[in-house]
C-alpha cells in the first residue's frame, strides 16, 4: 500500500515517530499486530480494512485506469505505427542537415570569392 501511495519508508517512518529500519521490519513480518496496522494506515492516510483488504494486482489495474481515464488518455487503440514516425522523423532529420550545409557551402563560396576580388 505504501508503494502504491508513492510513500517511501522515511516518509512513513517519520511521520511515526520511528526509523526507517522500525518500518522495513513492520512491512516484512508475516502478521502485523492491530495497533500497529492501525498506525500504519493513519500515516498512510487510509483505513486499516484496506491494508487488509489489498490485492496489489487490481490496486494496480484500478490506478492505471482511474489515471488513463481522467487523462483522457487510452493506449490500446493506436492510430499510427511508431517506427513509421521514427522514421519520418529521421528522414526530415537528413533533409535539414542537407539543406544546413547546402547553406554553409554557399557561404564558403561566397567567402572564396570575396577574397579572390580582394587579390
Known amino acids: 500500500m505504501r ?3 508513492h510513500f517511501t519508508q522515511e516518509d512513513v517512518a517519520e511521520k511515526l515517530g ?11 513480518n508475516e502478521t502485523v499486530d492491530h495497533d ?11 483505513s486499516a480494512q484496506a491494508i487488509k ?12 485506469t482511474n489515471n488513463n481515464a481522467v487523462n483522457g488518455f487510452n493506449n490500446y487503440n ?5 517506427l513509421d514516425k521514427l522514421l519520418e522523423a529521421i528522414e ?3 533533409k535539414l542537415y542537407e539543406a544546413l550545409l547546402k547553406s554553409e557551402r554557399e557561404k ?9 576580388d580582394r587579390k
Request: charged letters at 25%; glycine letters at 2%.
Open 92 to 94: 526530415e532529420n537528413k
Open 108 to 116: 564558403v563560396a561566397m567567402m572564396e570569392r570575396f577574397l579572390e
Open 18 to 28: 520511528v526509523s526507517q529500519q522500525t518500518v522495513s521490519n513492520i512491512e516484512s
Open 53 to 64: 483488504d489489498l490485492d496489489e494486482n487490481a490496486a494496480v489495474y484500478n490506478i492505471i
Open 3 to 5: 508503494e502504491l501511495l
Open 36 to 46: 500497529q496496522l492501525e498506525k500504519m494506515a493513519r500515516a498512510l492516510g487510509v
Open 78 to 82: 493506436c492510430t499510427f505505427n511508431p
